[in-house]
Nanobody, 123 residues
Framework: QVQLVESGGGLVEDGGSPRLSCVASGRSFSLFAMGWFRQAPGKEREFVSG???????NYADSVKGRFTISRDNAKNTVYLQMNSLKVEDTAVYSC?????????????????WGQGTQVTVSS
């Protein structure tokens, strides 16, 4: 059973550049497409970024040009580098995995989820 554990969240100043990490247990990491989602209080969970098995990436328009997703299969880890953070980026960020070639936008298509890490951006 693969488990996902996120880290790297916390309180960040407006304009800050934290990096989130998501480590997967098990030996099947390279077979998963990975995604990052976020959920702010009172809002629906939304897609942030995804990366396919082969490293193709996609982003929500709201983070395009500011966030970068990457993966290191040797370390069973997917990263989310967040730059130029804004107050509206405040949310719980969760990584997710799905057993497919490509990543996707819809949360229900993912098979595994981490517990999430809080990112709070202060002005």
């Amino acid at each position: 059973q693969v488990q996902l554990v996120e880290s790297g969240g916390g309180l960040v100043e407006d304009g800050g550049s934290p990096r989130l990490s998501c480590v997967a247990s098990g030996r099947s990491f390279s077979l998963f497409a990975m995604g990052w989602f976020r959920q702010a209080p009172g809002k629906e969970r939304e897609f942030v970024s995804g990366i396919s098995r082969g490293g193709n990436t996609n982003y929500a328009d709201s983070v395009k040009g500011r966030f970068t997703i990457s993966r290191d299969n040797a370390k069973n880890t997917v990263y989310l580098q967040m730059n130029s953070l804004k107050v509206e980026d405040t949310a719980v960020y969760s990584c997710a995995a799905r057993f497919s070639i490509g990543s996707g936008y819809i949360p229900s298509t993912y098979d595994l989820w981490g517990q999430g890490t809080q990112v709070t951006v202060s002005s």
